[in-house]
């Protein structure tokens, strides 16, 4: 009676290897863009919930997220200051920042990523 064997093959484990190896890569190359915006998050989360806020100049503001975003490791050159926006409308306030990030991939190719966040100013802090 003879056995049927079952597994992989070596090539089959190469090419797997390499699929895993290319997506571990694009992750290595994304996660710290990822963290970082999770940093501008936390700033302008921070931001909102300051006193009077809503109530202060655009340059107050941009004042207070980049002390913030300092202390979240997002580094300044990151976001020039004309992507933070302050709209205010009527009896509210909001905070918008938006930018892209290009990351080097493989030789002439690049990734790029784009971030946009409002955040109310006047609302009540979730």
Same mark, same amino acid.
């Given at each position: 009676m003879t056995r049927k064997q079952r597994g992989i093959t070596l090539i089959g484990f190469a090419i797997i290897l390499a699929i895993v190896g290319f997506f571990a890569f694009i992750a290595m190359k994304l996660v710290p863009v990822y963290s970082e915006y999770m940093g501008v998050v936390k700033s302008m989360n921070l931001v909102r919930n300051e006193a009077n806020i809503g109530q202060k100049s655009i340059e107050? &503001?941009?004042?207070? $997220?980049? &002390?913030?975003?300092d202390s979240q490791y997002v580094d300044s050159k990151t976001i020039p200051p004309q992507q933070i926006q302050l709209k205010k409308q009527g009896g509210s306030a909001s905070l918008r920042i938006y930018y892209d990030r290009r990351v080097d991939f493989i030789y002439n190719v690049d990734l790029l990523v784009s971030f946009d966040k409002t955040v109310? $100013?006047?609302?009540?802090s979730l």
């Open positions: 107050e &503001i941009r004042q207070s $997220l980049s &002390i913030k975003m109310d $100013l006047t609302g009540p």
